[in-house]
């Protein structure tokens, strides 16, 4: 072991690293360093331009999960804390590290292990992409239902650590729904299997759904038995233009009184309809001022579109049945959405409600944007009440891109506590990582906190997972 | 206090009736005695015609949350645990409970306190039957999924205790699926709640899944805010009649490689068949040796019935689309089933296997028959792979009711190891209580159940809740 250093805090790291050398050379464990800097963030907490990045954390690739649990076991012994990583797509900083960390990366644990249409699950690594997963399923008519935003580049395991909603879940579930058995690590090593390859399943307490959404806190998924579907018979895109963003909203409740549940509501508001002309050359403005995008997908789609439109149509909308090549040119407008260059701050939310306070969420944007001197934009994935909401700033010339005034971030935490006084959350579908973590106190009593922690203690008494982030 | 008496184990109680008596007279709280006897078994574990019934543990049926509150924290201060109950109507022996246990029944606790269809939410007491609910819901075109086959009887607060699952969870989900947020008393008597009333939300650890089907040794539930949804916009029953329970089995895997996902798959073998004949004065064995009786729901209900057709006929089946009495007949037939009396001696099972391995469920029936003596019949929840198998061996003349042979129990245990074969699981539904303990701990791994214990220690330190069941 080599002596202590000047940098105390990375002791732990470099007795590790001295370890893996001397015992354990099969183990893929990068030092912490400059060529590690983006492993200290993910993509919702990457710098911007011009700002600096230091060195990043400690980084493992293994390769086995023999390796995983040889690593955590490392990690305990010499007491480095452990960042469990996906693709590191997500948004709320749940999978960056710190230099005195250890991260443990599922990259090369990326195996789809088998899939059985006769039992509908698939069991995967936790690396696989969600895409490669698809890809995999689409020949053999069936899919796996969870699909965020980040699908072709987001990792299962990670879809399983924030419990990753997306666009279908109105009407499929998040991902929780999806998971049937998780193989686990826990903080000492040990591997565990929960769950059932079984539809259900009522043996003791629910460890995977406990795991599920649990942002790396209380082990490392090293494997996944998820549920799969047939591909429905049949899909129609049908959009609603009304004439203002207030109409619109109520529109999502007319979707709700009847007896349609499509698979995904996509609302735009009038800003983002602006935005999305201006970055992709596109005329929705021109075609109202909110836009419902809708799938419904199954049998019985002429029904399913009939009973749809007329409940729009009273709404006051001006519907469309698209062709599949309009449809096609809609979803990729709404996938690529507005840019956020250079010349603006930034900052997203992704509050939740409940589904009848959608249109309190939207009216009351504009008092947040008086008060802050901002403007805010935002896209529902309204089957479910989620909004995500972007709050901007046009940068004067001369002030620095990687310093916003702490009016654009106190106009989110507003938007927060919005949705809170609606009776809604402080995430919908993006977990609450580091960047959340003082909203999610606000939403939680201290009796529900002390209750997780006890949870987190009981699994992993030293603290060893991710320690500062989702709780 | 009064002082100790012979019966040393009851002294925490007498102590808390004493107490009740001086300080809290408002409070509902039952002596243990003769009447209160039928609080010690639920409907699995109730004494058979001749057995007989000693003193029942403490009843309260508080009327508010407060009370519940209020009962917790005295059964803490005196040491009596404390076995939560709903309607009794398990078949698990879960909210079963001894002369020395205080029983908190949430008799009165049966408010339907709000229907919000925007929300699709409604927000219920625990004692709530589900019947109740779905009888409110109904003139609003809406209904509550979760529909276990005593959903007359048995309470929305005892179906979240056993995640109970039911005919339609092979469309609709289980309770898990259905549940957004609960009310909890903690064993320290605190009331928190968990979840969102928000169909999404990520926000920390998901402690509404943990709670779902902890079978009441983490908490008792007193509010539940649960997921509502329209009524399909059409049903439609389709039977099949097979040659052979074998060729009954095999169509199952025929639906599932099918584009259809019918709202209930029930499979009858031919002793069942036979049994409801005898039973109910029908005729199913004469019209074919094994049934799947299909409920179809939604848009499209006429291509849902040619597919799902053509796929049975297939697979050898005689199939009928049924009338709207004709279905009623059909579905009665299922609902009331064998009868099973004092002329024979009978044990249930509720294993859950993957759906291609049902066949070898039946298959390894007839072994388990000759080794034991005994007759096996099943139905099976088909569309999820859940099997309730009836063991049965007649009464001989001049023989005890109330002591059956090991070998009834013995076929269980074997028909439960064979699911545990074919990568099942040793309940589907029915939840583990004090019945299913044993091979609980066959199926689940010594460090997966040291987790469960550590959660339950985290939650309950001093073991408060329900002592003995479910882990």
Not at 269 to 280: K, M, N, R, S, Y
Request: hydrophobic share 45%.
């Amino acid at each position: 072991m080599s002596a202590p250093t000047a940098l105390a805090p990375l002791t732990g790291v470099s007795a590790l690293l001295d370890a893996v050398g001397a015992d354990a050379p099969h183990l893929d464990v990068r030092a912490p360093s400059a060529a590690t800097a983006s492993f200290a963030w993910d993509a919702g907490t990457a710098p911007r331009q011009g700002e600096p990045a230091g060195d990043g954390p400690a980084v493992a690739v293994p390769r086995t999960v023999a390796e995983v649990q040889e690593l955590v076991r490392l990690a305990a012994r010499y007491g480095v804390s452990v960042v469990p990583r996906g693709a590191g797509t997500g948004l709320s900083g749940g999978a960056g590290a710190q230099a005195d960390q250890l991260v443990i990366s599922t990259d090369r644990l990326d195996r789809i292990v088998e899939v059985s249409p006769a039992d509908e699950v698939a069991v995967v690594e936790p690396g696989v992409l969600n895409a490669a997963l698809n890809d995999r399923l689409a020949p053999l008519g069936l899919f796996y239902a969870p699909d965020p935003a980040s699908w072709r580049i987001s990792t299962i395991g990670g879809n399983i650590a924030t419990n990753a909603g997306g666009l279908r879940c109105a009407k499929y579930g998040v991902t929780r729904e999806s998971v049937l058995a998780l193989d686990i690590v826990l903080a000492d090593g040990s591997l565990v299997s929960v769950g059932h390859r079984s539809i259900k399943g009522v043996t003791g307490l629910d460890l995977v759904s406990l795991f599920v959404g649990s942002e790396g806190v209380l082990g490392i998924v090293v494997g996944a038995t998820v549920r799969i579907r047939p591909l429905p018979v049949a899909r129609r895109t049908v959009t609603a233009f009304f004439a203002s963003t207030a109409e619109g909203v109520t529109a999502i409740g007319a979707i709700t009184a009847s007896r349609v549940r499509p698979s995904v509501v996509e609302f735009l508001d009038e800003p983002t309809l602006v935005g999305i002309d201006a970055a992709q050359n596109s005329d929705l403005r021109a075609r109202g001022a909110a836009l419902l995008l809708i799938e419904l997908d199954g049998f019985g789609i002429d029904e399913q579109t009939a009973e749809l439109t007329a409940a729009l149509e009273a709404a006051g909308a001006r519907v469309r049945v698209e062709s599949e090549t309009d449809a096609e040119v809609f979803w990729e407008l709404r996938r690529s959405g507005r840019r956020f260059d250079e010349r603006s701050w930034f900052a997203g939310g992704d509050v939740a409600v409940p589904k009848s306070r959608i249109a309190e969420m939207f009216a009351g944007f504009s008092a947040i944007e008086s008060r802050h001197g901002v403007e805010i934009s935002a896209v529902a994935h309204a089957g479910d009440g989620n909004l995500h909401p972007v709050v901007t700033l046009p940068i004067p010339a001369g002030a620095d891109p990687a310093n916003p005034p702490a009016a654009l971030h106190h106009a989110v935490d507003d938007i927060v506590r919005a949705a809170l006084a609606l009776g809604g959350t402080v995430s919908g579908e993006h977990g609450i990582g580091t960047v959340k973590r003082a909203l999610a106190a606000e939403e939680l009593a201290d009796r529900v906190r002390a209750a997780q922690f006890a949870i987190k203690s009981a699994l992993d008494p030293v603290g060893l997972f991710n320690p500062g982030k989702a709780l």
